[in-house]
């Protein structure tokens, strides 16, 4: 059974920071990207960023440079998510995502994950 289950949402203030994790189980860790893809209120989802298990490489939306920093412990089967200087409009569900095949997700094509966690709320209030 492939299960990934985020954790580490909250309430912040902005300006703050918040550090996600998605724990990996049911599959080779290293056979897969793992991503962020998150879901502002009354908004479509939105890629975030993404980590190839195989080889470190990273993406990032342009709205989260330099703010955010994804990482991952192949020991652990965990990918996290720091994020810095959490802004208002950073509010919303953070989904943590897989892709078969070893090679990042763009941000921007974050419908082709194969498999999805439950999200978990980060709410930034100003």
């Known amino acids: 059974e492939v299960q990934l289950v985020e954790s580490g949402g909250g309430l912040v203030q902005a300006g703050g920071s918040l550090r996600l994790s998605c724990a990996a189980s049911g599959f080779t860790f290293d056979d897969y990207a793992i991503g962020w893809v998150r879901q502002a209120p009354g908004k479509g989802r939105e890629g975030v960023s993404c980590?190839?298990?195989?080889?470190?490489?990273?993406n990032y939306a342009d709205s989260v440079k330099g703010r955010f920093t994804i990482s991952s412990d192949n020991a652990k089967n965990t990918v996290y998510l720091q994020m810095n200087s959490l802004k208002p409009e950073d509010t919303a569900v953070y989904y943590c995502?897989?892709?078969?095949?070893?090679?990042?997700?763009?941000?921007?094509?974050?419908?082709?994950?194969?498999?999805w966690g439950q999200g978990t709320q980060v709410t930034v209030s100003s």
């Open positions: 980590i190839s298990n195989s080889d470190g490489s990273t």
């Open positions: 995502a897989a892709d078969f095949g070893m090679q990042l997700v763009p941000p921007g094509l974050y419908s082709t994950y194969d498999y």
